[in-house]
């Protein structure tokens, strides 16, 4: 892979190289913010307040857990907050797997600017 970078790269002008590196890879904190914005922005604001309400929820389930008495109310809460936390795990993983989309969209773009600049390179527009 390496060496068809390098193909890649001698091929490429410096200014095509510069364009290139202006859209490298973002930053971690770029890309988690970056899933909030976009025509699914509202989804992904929504899972993350229902997996924030579930995660407190889940904490309070535990408060309680620790704090009953009685064997049965324990399994109940007990369940109860597994089940908040198994909701706040599924929606982390699934803004996660949105944010892997964004990095997946973003290199199929990145290989698209590449292949253009190399077509243009070959077969110049006159």
């Known amino acids: 892979m390496n060496k068809l970078d390098e193909l890649i790269g001698q091929a490429l002008t410096d200014e095509d190289r510069a ?8 930053g971690y904190l770029t890309q ?18 229902a997996g924030g309400l579930a995660f407190i929820a889940g904490a309070y389930a535990v408060w309680k ?7 049965v109310a324990a399994v109940q809460w007990g369940i109860g907050a597994l089940f908040l936390f198994q909701v706040t795990t599924l929606c982390k993983t699934f803004m996660g797997n ?10 199929m773009k990145r290989l ?11 077969h110049p527009v006159k």
């Open 65 to 71: 857990l620790f704090g009953t008495t009685e064997p």
């Open 112 to 122: 698209e600017l590449q292949i253009s600049l190399l077509r243009d390179l070959r």
């Open 19 to 26: 364009l290139l590196a202006s859209h490298g890879e973002p």
């Open 98 to 107: 949105q944010m892997q989309t964004n990095r997946m969209l973003r290199e």
């Open 32 to 49: 988690a913010f970056g899933i909030f914005r976009g025509p699914l922005a509202w989804v992904m604001w929504f899972v993350n307040f």
